[in-house]
């Protein structure tokens, strides 16, 4: 017999297996002795009041033997000989629409611009000790995409855009733990999420698809209106009749690309801020009502939003126990986003704090056309390094100082390798961005009492929230609304918002593209 329970412990009862299956007894008169196992299928935690719990939901197996469920990576049959067909981009979309392809008995062909996994590392050293950025291999780009070294969330609020289960065990399949299927809010951790991305390449090899390195798309190639393959900058084509474009928020030579091609597309509105760091301690002690954290609680996470002078004021990718990283993608530019390991075990928490963005806004850049919204961005990028005297440091205030126009008279060591440079933000940001954050901080005090604070160090700029390009395609199948065969995918083309979302639409493009219709 198999008992469903929902239940609310205390952190000791939870991380315990011996008082939890004293407390299951006890409150269901059950013996012990007939509790053969428990199941946790589910797993967040209420903080809401002063005393934390965890809420749980559990399968109790009642003189029934349970069989775990074993996770295995695929065994695809091989589509060496199959038809090809081209992902453009190795990221969460590209990676996840290549096990589709091959679940379709396809060749997937990924061509990718940057390193694998392993090769990247020293690019990232490049940029956080010496202020190199490798245009082809950074944060942004290379196997994994973004996603790669920015955390690992795996959270979605996207619902209804598919089968989010099926992601979740396709990463325990390659490696992730199975915590992921139960936690309310799963994460994975930058630190472990490269030898899953490996452990996808080799399975995609061995089914006979191919991973292409080191190869930047430079043209396309069209028939008319219908893309029948690309080229690559160092000269090779590479030939198919259907090409899913996945290079993520940050591929900007592809959108040019595009648009010179005569392919439509659209701008998009984004948003943009700072990244904020406070001590972890401060904010574990803010969302979890002690002074000192109880060691049984995860570093604590914060949501919030405000609506200031009629716009969304937010935070985004909020990394508890985590790092601010360099995040450029060229010379000549600053970006700051985040990660956590596996352990969150960092002594700071850091977020986005991002202003909403309208397509109004971005009309001193309108001689640019739909590269409007890219230009604004750019822009914001290039005075952040400008302003720093042409290095990767971050231009960062303190919280406090920031809403009193005050430039910070001494900065904290924080996370952020390549240092800090004092200056005031409204030299680097925008007026309405500026006046936004300067409100939204002092509003964000009244939901989390502590919040606001010159403990906390504002580094800009967050400026790769989403893409600021959308690429047209057809509802229906998924095809661009005017080129036949062309897929758009993922952030990039935007139409997801994470490694989850990613990836659902990766598997979603690739099914429409081979059958002529996808999973809803």
């Avoid at 259907?242 to 993520?248: E, F, L, P």
């Avoid at 590269?371 to 914001?380: D, G, M, R, T």
């Avoid at 231009?395 to 390798?417: E, G």
Wanted: hydrophobic share 35%; glycine share 8%.
């Amino acid at each position: 017999m198999k008992l469903e329970l929902n239940v609310r412990v205390t952190p000791e009862i939870a991380s315990n297996p011996d008082h939890l299956l004293q407390f299951v007894s006890k409150q269901n008169k059950i013996p012990k002795q007939d509790i053969k196992h428990i199941e946790c299928t589910s797993r967040s935690i209420d903080a809401r009041q002063k005393h934390v719990v965890y809420q749980l939901r559990l399968d109790v197996y009642i003189n029934e033997e349970f069989i775990p469920f074993q996770y295995s990576i695929p065994d695809f049959q091989n589509v060496k000989l199959e038809e090809p067909i081209l992902i453009i981009g190795a990221g969460p979309a590209g990676l996840f629409a290549a096990l589709r392809a091959l679940e379709l008995g396809k060749k997937p062909i990924i061509l990718e611009r940057g390193k694998n996994v392993k090769d990247r590392v020293s690019d990232l050293r490049g940029i956080n000790v010496h202020h190199i950025v490798n245009e082809d291999s950074n944060y942004c780009f290379g196997e994994g995409g973004a996603g790669t070294y920015s955390d690992g969330k795996l959270y979605t609020r996207s619902k209804k855009r598919g089968n989010i289960r099926k992601v979740l065990e396709y990463l325990v399949s390659f490696g992730a733990t199975k915590q992921i299927l139960v936690d309310a809010h799963p994460h994975i951790g930058t630190n472990k999420l490269p030898k899953i991305i490996q452990s996808i390449r080799e399975c995609i090899l061995s089914a006979g698809g191919e991973i292409h390195f080191h190869t930047r798309v430079t043209d396309l190639i069209m028939n008319g209106n219908s893309i029948t393959g690309v080229k690559s900058a160092d000269g090779n084509k590479w030939m198919a009749n259907k090409v899913i474009i996945a290079t993520g928020h940050s591929g900007r030579e592809i959108f040019q690309l595009l648009h010179e091609k005569g392919i439509e597309i659209h701008t998009k509105p984004l948003a943009i801020g700072v990244r904020v760091e406070h001590p972890q301690s401060l904010i574990d002690s803010i969302q979890y009502h002690c002074q000192t954290k109880n060691p049984l609680l995860p570093a604590s996470e914060y949501s919030l939003v405000k609506q200031i002078n009629g716009r969304g004021v937010y935070s985004f990718c909020m990394c508890p126990g985590g790092v601010i990283a360099p995040c450029a993608t060229k010379p000549g530019e600053v970006v700051t986003n985040g990660w956590s390991s596996a352990e969150r075990s960092r002594p700071t928490a850091n977020s986005g704090i991002v202003v909403e963005l309208r397509l109004d806004d971005f009309k001193s850049f309108e001689s640019f056309g739909v590269f409007s919204a890219l230009q604004y961005q750019s822009s914001i990028e290039q005075k952040a390094f400008l302003i720093n005297g042409g290095t990767q440091k971050a231009p960062a205030q303190r919280m406090v100082d920031f809403t009193k126009n005050i430039v910070s008279t001494d900065l904290p060591k924080t996370s952020y390798t390549p240092g800090l440079v004092s200056v005031s933000l409204s030299e680097v940001l925008p007026p309405l961005i500026v006046d936004a954050l300067q409100k939204g901080f002092k509003e964000f005090d009244s939901s989390m009492k502590g919040y606001f604070t010159n403990e906390a160090i504002l580094h800009a700029p967050e400026t790769r929230t989403s893409s600021p390009i959308q690429i047209p395609r057809n509802p229906e199948t998924l095809e661009h609304i005017t080129t036949h065969g062309l897929y758009p995918c993922g952030e990039g083309a935007g139409y997801a918002g994470g490694i989850v979302s990613a990836a659902i639409d990766g598997m979603k493009c690739a099914e429409a593209a081979l059958t002529g219709q996808f999973t809803k």
